[in-house]
């Protein structure tokens, strides 16, 4: 039976308890950087679009479900499940996690156990030993356990650090998830836009081969000289260049729509569809709400402060560490008697060790931590200056667009007018062939044109929705609230 001194064994856990009980922290106390957030957005004046608060209390879905699409929402729902840049986010945000786990061990104790056996002989030539020239086995098993309790803080500075790199990943993989959604997204609805001028062309090449024939048959009536028909064969040449082309578009945004979908594109397709998409009404909320509503600004913030709980590291390292240590085992010459008591060995004891001289190296390990501080926080103030940008941007360029828009469709209903009366003069004669071919590259030019302003206006619904976080919220951080 093992037999160790009761009174030993009191006075060290005595002082371990001691020490871990009276431990304190290095780390400094932390705050959120200080920013400069303004009252209100410049862009909000924008025709449908209103700070509206009480439009936060709504349930937060996912933020493209807004446009009403149900094959948006497919491949939305596919971006999580294969996309590779999404999986190596979850990756990296599952490697964060295990080092805060690791981190954590070091609370707890280190135990170890093991058995040995080994012969060894003494040199005949020692002299005055009793083992000369003999050989000697040994056989043993034992086990030994050792812990250091967090005295400074050590282990605690190390675990926030650990747990704010896993939140900041954790934001991370929501700024991927936005960003990615947001691509295909944009693809998307740029796809649909193609498709709806692919319509308006193939309308236009049919009805200009329509319009050649007829020139065709008044030269063989004698009634037109060549140019009318060279004209109109001209025009339907052009349109059926514009056309091909945007089937060229068309293919390169779908294989991308593909890649971000995680599928190869050769085995992807998506059918031709016209439809009108409306704009959806987005509340652009508060500034300030901006700081809670972004992944990346949420990212930046947790990097500042793991940088603070590095600080914390680097003061740690000035003080002393307490190292509580136990061994017992079995130890015999003879496998005989191994399991006997008198083959009983053990030890108990603590250590109390620090580091006196090391040339200035915590020294400048603690300049660099406040450094990486310092670094941290201007990436977060630049961060939110960026979103703030973003925000902005894509408020004006809505407001922009509103306009542009209601401009160039009296612009086009002007052209289709204008083809209309022209068409007339030229078959009362009046006109040559030459000043329809005109009346309709125009009315053309401002159809597309039309179009890809209302294109413009969907994609910027797309960027200020992204810019606006999603819908994401930053209490969905894991343990955002607690403290170690």
Request: proline share 4%; glycine share 6%.
């Given at each position: ?74 491949l939305e729902a596919r971006v999580d499940v294969s ?50 020239g003999k050989t000697v086995p040994d056989y043993s ?344």
């Amino acid at each position: 039976m093992l037999n160790v001194p009761v009174a030993s064994i009191r006075r060290n856990l005595a002082i371990g308890v001691a020490c871990a009980l009276t431990a304190c922290s290095t780390l400094p106390r932390y705050t959120n950087p200080s920013v400069d957030v303004p009252d209100h957005y410049a862009g909000t004046a924008a025709p449908g679009w209103a700070v509206a608060a009480p439009a936060d209390a709504q349930p937060r879905g996912p933020w493209w479900t807004l446009f009403n699409d149900d094959e948006l929402n497919r491949l939305e729902a596919r971006v999580d499940v294969s996309n590779q840049t999404v999986a190596k986010a979850v990756a990296q945000l599952q490697a964060a996690r295990a080092m805060v786990d690791y981190q954590r061990a070091g609370y707890a104790p280190t135990i170890t156990a093991g058995a040995a056996q080994s012969r060894a002989r003494l040199s005949q030539n020692v002299l005055g030993h009793s083992l000369a020239g003999k050989t000697v086995p040994d056989y043993s098993v034992g086990v030994s356990a050792s812990w250091e309790p967090d005295l400074f803080g050590r282990v605690k500075d190390a675990t926030v650090n650990a747990r704010d790199n896993a939140q900041a990943s954790e934001a991370d993989l929501e700024s991927v998830r936005l960003s990615i959604a947001s691509d295909l997204a944009l693809d998307y609805f740029d796809l649909r836009s193609l498709d709806r001028q692919k319509k308006l062309l193939d309308d236009s090449v049919t009805a200009y081969t329509a319009a050649l024939k007829i020139v065709q048959q008044q030269l063989n009536d004698g009634a037109i000289d060549a140019s009318a028909v060279a004209q109109a064969q001209t025009q339907l040449e052009s349109t059926r260049t514009m056309d091909s082309d945007i089937d060229v578009q068309r293919a390169q945004l779908q294989h991308a729509i593909a890649t971000l979908i995680g599928v190869p594109a050769s085995s992807f397709a998506l059918p031709q569809q016209v439809r009108d998409i409306a704009l959806p009404q987005i509340p652009a909320g508060l500034p300030s709400q901006l700081l809670e509503r972004r992944p990346d600004i949420a990212a930046a913030e947790r990097r500042v402060a793991a940088a603070n709980a590095q600080i914390g590291e680097a003061h740690a390292a000035f003080y002393p560490d307490l190292t509580l240590s136990a061994t017992a085992g079995l130890e015999s010459t003879f496998f005989a008697p191994w399991l006997t008591a008198p083959s009983l060995f053990w030890s108990i004891g603590s250590q109390l060790a620090g580091t006196l001289f090391d040339g200035g190296r915590r020294d400048a390990a603690l300049k660099g931590a406040n450094a990486q501080y310092d670094g941290a926080v201007a990436d977060y103030r630049q961060t939110v200056l960026v979103a703030f940008q973003q925000v902005e941007d894509n408020l004006s360029a809505l407001t922009t667009l509103a306009s542009e828009a209601d401009s160039e469709q009296r612009a086009t209903s002007a052209a289709e007018l204008a083809l209309k009366l022209t068409t007339n003069r030229y078959q009362a004669g009046a006109v040559s062939y030459l000043d329809v071919v005109t009346a309709q590259t125009i009315a053309l030019t401002n159809e597309r044109t039309a179009e890809q302003i209302d294109a413009r206006r969907i994609d910027a619904s797309v960027q200020l929705l992204k810019a606006l976080g999603g819908g994401w919220d930053r209490a969905t951080l894991t343990d955002a609230q607690r403290s170690e």
